[in-house]
């Protein structure tokens, strides 16, 4: 049985459908401060299997006793945290509580109930503003955000917990830039309030739903001035988790891997592409350059490729049309 913290939002959902899917059984921890309770039952639709929900957050100790004790968890995959680099900025101290203060108890938890296999959430925000691209997983570490922060400070304590200990069992999977959906439109990415990430945005602006994208700068150092990020299809992003969780059945220790495709994309570029895919003109206004944003960041995910046996298959019009028709189904409706 597998502990999924945050296991109701975008990747975490994902991953739990692909989970179940692949004969696992899931219990699912998430105080849903940016989920929803409905994707349980999406994903039971989806897979014909049910996860187990518990509702509560991870920095309550007493209930993670209460969740090791009751169930025999051979391993956790930990989503839960904040993630939206621009809050992050505004609000740190929350940040800082729920991601590094919630990840040190859910590990104390795993130490005291003996489980030692954790696949860790982490993010190409680690790297900072890189020097060189593409990306490979012994760059320089330097985050420029609040948010970055918090992932590399989560992965050093995994470090130190994996150096104390050879029993633990650690892959650091740091992510680049999620976007799409399940192909059956049932689940996606749903931010409560305004979306902070870009694909929802323009799906909203494209739905009607919101006026018009701000892009924010178009003077970076780039062919057309706009940021380029290393965009993954989500169910690409959760197939590399199972590929992780299964390597490390037979390695111990800490292993760190890239998630991505090897391919910058421009938020103009993503924006003409999903006009293609929806068939709707996106309205945008350029607007100025976000806190701790960067020019380009894009993977080397050959060590994954070479060691975990994964690599990203989704282009990015499959990406934008999965996307769309969760959108189009109901991706904006909060219930």
Not at 100 to 113: E, I
Not at 244 to 253: D, E, F, I, K, R
Request: net charge negative; aromatic share 8%.
């Amino acid at each position: 049985m597998i502990l999924v913290t945050g296991g109701t939002g975008y990747i975490g959902s994902h991953t739990v459908a692909e989970l179940l899917g692949a004969g696992r059984e899931v219990v699912i921890l998430d105080n849903l401060c940016n989920s929803r309770a409905d994707v349980v039952e999406r994903i039971t639709a989806i897979t014909g299997e049910q996860p187990q929900f518990a509702q509560g957050d991870i920095r309550d100790a007493a209930l993670l006793d209460h969740l090791f004790a009751r169930h025999k968890f051979e391993a956790v995959i930990h989503f839960a945290g904040l993630k939206a680099v621009g809050e992050s900025v505004e609000k740190p101290l929350e940040y800082y509580d729920n991601n590094v203060h919630g990840s040190m108890t859910l590990f104390g938890a795993m130490q005291r109930h003996a489980v030692k296999r954790l696949v860790f959430s982490s993010s190409a925000t680690v790297y900072g503003d890189p020097a060189t691209l593409p990306l490979r997983e012994d760059a320089p570490l330097h985050a420029t955000n609040p948010y970055g922060r918090t992932k590399l400070m989560i992965e050093q304590m995994l470090e130190d917990i994996a150096r104390a200990d050879p029993a633990w069992r650690i892959a650091t999977l740091r992510y680049f830039n999620p976007i799409g959906a399940h192909a059956s439109g049932r689940i996606g990415e749903a931010p409560n309030g305004t979306p902070n990430n870009l694909l929802p945005y323009i799906a909203q602006v494209a739905a009607g739903k919101l006026k018009q994208l701000s892009i924010f700068g178009d003077d970076y150092p780039t062919p057309d001035g706009t940021g380029i990020r290393d965009y993954i299809h989500v169910v690409d992003l959760a197939l590399g988790h199972l590929k992780a969780l299964n390597h490390l059945a037979a390695h111990s220790g800490l292993h760190v891997y890239n998630l991505g495709t090897g391919q910058g994309y421009s938020v103009l570029e993503i924006l003409r592409a999903f006009e293609r895919a929806s068939g709707k003109t996106i309205p945008f206004q350029i607007v100025p350059r976000r806190p701790g944003d960067i020019a380009s960041c894009y993977a080397d995910a050959s060590k994954a490729a070479r060691e975990l046996g994964w690599q990203a298959q989704c282009g990015l019009g499959e990406m934008c049309g999965d996307a769309w028709r969760w959108q189009c189904n109901d991706g904006f409706i909060r219930y």
